[in-house]
């Protein structure tokens, strides 16, 4: 349980840090007071780590085991990146449509998505995996 606590802690952290890098890529984000829009980037990495959780359960259910990351099987970590980035992009159409938020011009898009958070939920969960597949490895014995 405290590797588990311990990835979705660093979880956290990186995608606060994602948010905060790309908030001025957003408005109102941008004329907010720097408290407040660090609230909403803290508010925006917990929603991360959420949606981190349900891809990785999605992936677990296929893999029917939750330490699929160990293994080298494609399909769970398919699923993974694919159920991140299917969500991200809802959330996205979803908020730009009711107004949530808007991009700022200097942010890139594809297909009228901002390219931060898509590229956030590769970068970000690349880098997720990498930590878990090291501290989920299988302890060595002794010699």
Same mark, same amino acid.
């Given at each position: ?13 990186? +995608?606060? &840090? ?20 660090? $609230?909403?980037? &803290?508010?925006? &990495?917990?929603?991360? #780590? #959420?949606? $981190? ?29 694919? #159920? !991140?980035? $299917? ?6 159409? /979803? &908020? #730009?449509?009711? !107004?949530? /938020?808007?991009? +700022? ?39």
């Amino acid at each position: 349980m405290r590797r588990v606590s311990a990835i979705a802690l660093a979880a956290y952290a990186l +995608h606060f &840090a994602w948010e905060m890098g790309q908030a001025s890529l957003f408005t109102p984000m941008d004329r907010l007071p720097f408290w407040q829009a660090t $609230g909403w980037c &803290a508010r925006a &990495a917990g929603w991360d #780590v #959420v949606i $981190g959780a349900a891809a990785y359960l999605a992936a677990t259910v296929a893999a029917r085991r939750f330490l699929w990351i160990r293994q080298r099987a494609r399909l769970p970590f398919a699923i993974y990146f694919a #159920v !991140g980035l $299917g969500i991200t992009i809802v959330i996205e159409r /979803w &908020a #730009v449509s009711v !107004g949530r /938020w808007q991009y +700022h011009e200097a942010m890139p898009t594809i297909a009228g998505i901002g390219l931060s958070p898509l590229l956030q939920w590769i970068v970000v969960p690349a880098a997720i995996i990498a930590l878990a597949r090291w501290l989920m490895r299988p302890a060595r014995a002794s010699q």
